[in-house]
Nanobody, 121 residues
Framework: QVQFVESGGGFVQPGSSLTLSCAAS????????MGWYRQVPGKDRELIAQ???????NYFGPAKGRFFIVRDSDKNTVDLQMIGVIPEDTAAYYC???????????????WGPGTQVTVSS
């Protein structure tokens, strides 16, 4: 079974930029795409960025124009570049992989521990 470990989160100020990284225990680039998700207490986990098995990317909600997903198939990693973070970006961030159905990656594997991003002055 594939395992994911997310890293790179922390306490940052609004306007800062940071990169989150997700390391997979084994290759997941084919046939699945990969996605970054975030979750805040009391709310459902939401998909914010994805990259297909063929490299096409999609962004959702407020991530559009500010976050960028980058995959390195050779290293079995996928990064989330976060630019100009705002307090509303505060959440636990997770990665996963799975088939793309209905335009969105369907998480197929066990969730990793996630990495917390807290945006505050």
């Amino acid at each position: 079974q594939v395992q994911f470990v997310e890293s790179g989160g922390g306490f940052v100020q609004p306007g800062s930029s940071l990169t989150l990284s997700c390391a997979a225990s084994e290759p997941v680039n084919r046939p699945h795409g990969m996605g970054w998700y975030r979750q805040v207490p009391g709310k459902d986990r939401e998909l914010i960025a994805q990259i297909s098995a063929f490299g096409s990317t999609n962004y959702f909600g407020p991530a559009k124009g500010r976050f960028f997903i980058v995959r390195d198939s050779d290293k079995n990693t996928v990064d989330l570049q976060m630019i100009g973070v705002i307090p509303e970006d505060t959440a636990a961030y997770y990665c996963n992989a799975g088939p793309q159905v209905g335009g969105k990656i369907q998480p197929h594997y066990t969730w990793g521990p996630g990495t917390q991003v807290t945006v505050s002055s």
